[in-house]
T-cell receptor
Framework: DAKTTQPPSMDCAEGRAANLPCNHS???????VYWYRQIHSQGPQYIIH???NNETNEMASLIITEDRKSSTLILPHATLRDTAVYYC????????????FGKGTMLLVSP | GAGVSQSPSNKVTEKGKDVELRCDPI?????LYWYRQSLGQGLEFLIY????????KSGLPSDRFSAERTGGSVSTLTIQRTQQEDSAVYLC?????????????FGPGTRLTVT
C-alpha cells in the first residue's frame, strides 16, 4: 500500500538545483514526511524530515505544501556524489512504526 | 562518532548452511532494526528491537529467520538452512528511540550470497 508517489527517475546537471517531488495525498495529520537516499552499494542515509513547516539543514531543504499532500526535496547545488535513489516516506509520529521504503526516484547528476 | 557497523560485509554460503549476521548500533540508541534488500528491489522490513525486546516478529520471512539482541546493544540475525532466495543485502539501522520522529541510521549492510 504505497503512501507516496515519486517519479522513477530524474536528471540534473552538476551545480544546478535538484528538485525531487513526492505526492502523499492520503497523509494524516500525525504523519511526518521523511527523505532518505541510497547511494549505490551503501545503506540508506537520512536526509531530512518535516511535519508542516519547511525545513532546511546542511544537506537539503524540504518544502511541504500547505495542504501537506505533496512535498519537494531540494538539493541546492547538486554534485556527482548526489547521484542516488531518493526515498520519500511518510511515518506516524507517535505510534509504533518502521520506515516503509517504496521504489524512490533515481537521481542522476551529470557533469 | 562511530556509526552503525555490520559484519561480515560479505558472506558466501552453501545452501542449507546456517549463517549469523551481526549489527553494532550507535552507542545509546535503544531501537534497532533489520531490513533486507534483494537485487533491484526496495527495502523489506524484517524486525525491530526496543531495548532487548522484539515485540513484532511478523516481518521475518520464515521460521528459519531469528534475531536476538543482548545488553541493549549488539544484535545478531540468524538464518538457518539457508536457501538461494535468502540472497540479499541485510541492513541494520538504529535510532535513539522508537516512537517519535527519530531518524534511523543505517549500517553498510551484509551482502549474503547463497550458492
Amino acid at each position: 500500500d504505497a503512501k507516496t508517489t515519486q517519479p522513477p527517475s530524474m536528471d540534473c546537471a552538476e551545480g544546478r538545483a535538484a528538485n525531487l517531488p513526492c505526492n502523499h495525498s492520503t497523509i494524516s495529520g500525525n504523519e511526518y514526511v521523511y527523505w532518505y537516499r541510497q547511494i549505490h552499494s551503501q545503506g540508506p542515509q537520512y536526509i531530512i524530515h518535516g511535519l508542516k513547516n519547511n525545513e532546511t539543514n546542511e544537506m537539503a531543504s524540504l518544502i511541504i505544501t500547505e495542504d501537506r499532500k505533496s512535498s519537494t526535496l531540494i538539493l541546492p547545488h547538486a554534485t556527482l556524489r548526489d547521484t542516488a535513489v531518493y526515498y520519500c516516506i511518510v511515518r506516524p509520529r507517535e505510534v509504533y512504526s518502521t520506515l516503509t521504503f517504496g521504489k524512490g526516484t533515481m537521481l542522476l547528476v551529470s557533469p | 562518532g562511530a556509526g552503525v557497523s555490520q559484519s561480515p560485509s560479505n558472506k558466501v554460503t552453501e545452501k542449507g548452511k546456517d549463517v549469523e549476521l551481526r549489527c553494532d548500533p550507535i552507542s545509546g540508541h535503544t531501537a534497532l532494526y533489520w531490513y533486507r534488500q534483494s537485487l533491484g528491489q526496495g527495502l523489506e522490513f524484517l524486525i525491530y528491537f526496543q531495548g532487548n525486546s522484539a515485540p513484532d516478529k511478523s516481518g521475518l520471512p520464515s521460521d528459519r529467520f531469528s534475531a536476538e539482541r543482548t545488553g541493549g546493544s549488539v544484535s545478531t540475525l540468524t538464518i538457518q538452512r539457508t536457501q538461494q532466495e535468502d540472497s540479499a543485502v541485510y541492513l541494520c539501522a538504529s535510532s535513539l528511540g522508537f516512537t517519535g520522529p527519530y531518524e534511523q541510521y543505517f549500517g553498510p549492510g551484509t551482502r549474503l550470497t547463497v550458492t
